[in-house]
């Protein structure tokens, strides 16, 4: 949770309001681009779309509604009730923000790409603020979480992009709309970036380790030059034995390029592992406000 007081009721508030902004803003995607355009969304909502589709007279948001009760009462006995109440309101603000929304919306483009890439901007935006909560808009989510339960192997990221890439099949095939399913497709993987940015930023950092005879040349070349702290690891060769000092940096995408050269013109032969790290907290960084 981003806001922390001391007012348990405060941070209660905030975070239902943060919730229905990010709902709000997420319906705003769904019926001034998606709609219009034929743009199918992933999870439940893309279900309530779909039916909708194939029978106007049904609220996308009333679909929602329905569609969710059973799959929260499912939730409720596995999960718990606090997981559920947070995500029942998510998925109550999706529902009637959508209906409401509808009722005054209008294209804002006729081109469908157009439409998929900045519908996945906003609905990516909006669920990311949801999501940030620590709340969700339950569908497929509880769906997944449940799966996870009994199934812990499973990646909860892939799982729900496999739901979303088969209600959108499903969908194309069912309605001959392939290129909008193509669409579709464009509009949630945008609307996955989205979410990351708005959970993790943009300013994603690197865990850099390096293993080298020339270690301490190449720390104070990064202390000096690039003016990053590094942490010295001692750790054994496993084949031949020999003791070695591991060098573990965290630094920001734009210096990758300048650690390479420092790395490159001291030992050319030192191996290096470079991992994606979503989030760096300390001096240089995110400040760690917790």
Do not use: C
Not at 30 to 44: A, H, Q, T
Not at 45 to 62: D, H, K, Q, R, S
Request: glycine letters at 10%; zero cysteines.
């Amino acid at each position: 949770m981003f806001l922390t007081t001391n007012n348990k009721a405060v941070n209660t508030i905030f975070k239902y309001l943060v919730i229905a902004i990010g709902t709000f803003i997420y319906g705003l995607g769904v019926n001034f681009l998606m709609r219009p355009n034929g743009i199918i969304s992933g999870g439940i909502t893309g279900i309530a779309m779909v039916i909708n589709y194939a029978f106007p007279v049904l609220p996308i948001g009333v679909m929602i509604f329905i569609i969710n009760i059973p799959i929260f009462i499912v939730g409720f006995k596995v999960l718990g009730w606090r997981f559920v109440i947070s995500s029942l309101v998510g998925m109550l603000g999706l529902s009637v923000f959508i209906d409401l929304i509808e009722l005054f919306s209008f294209p804002l483009t006729d081109n469908p790409l157009l439409a998929a890439l900045f519908a996945g901007v906003i609905t990516g935006f909006g669920l990311g603020l949801v999501f940030l909560t620590g709340a969700s808009t339950g569908g497929t989510d509880i769906i997944v979480k449940v799966v996870r339960r009994h199934h812990q192997h499973m990646n909860l990221g892939t799982l729900v992009f496999i739901l979303d890439v088969v209600i959108i099949v499903i969908y194309a095939v069912t309605f001959r709309m392939f290129e909008a399913g193509m669409y579709s497709l464009i509009a949630i993987f945008v609307e996955s970036k989205l979410i990351d940015v708005v959970l993790y930023g943009v300013n994603y950092g690197k865990v850099v380790y390096i293993i080298s005879d020339k270690a301490d040349e190449i720390n104070r070349q990064i202390n000096d030059i690039m003016d990053r702290g590094v942490t010295k690891l001692y750790g054994e060769g496993g084949y031949s034995g020999a003791k070695k000092t591991v060098l573990l940096v965290a630094i920001k995408r734009r210096q990758i390029t300048r650690l390479k050269q420092i790395i490159k013109e001291i030992d050319p032969k030192a191996f290096v592992i470079m991992s994606e790290s979503r989030e760096v907290l300390g001096e240089g960084f995110q400040k760690n406000e917790e």
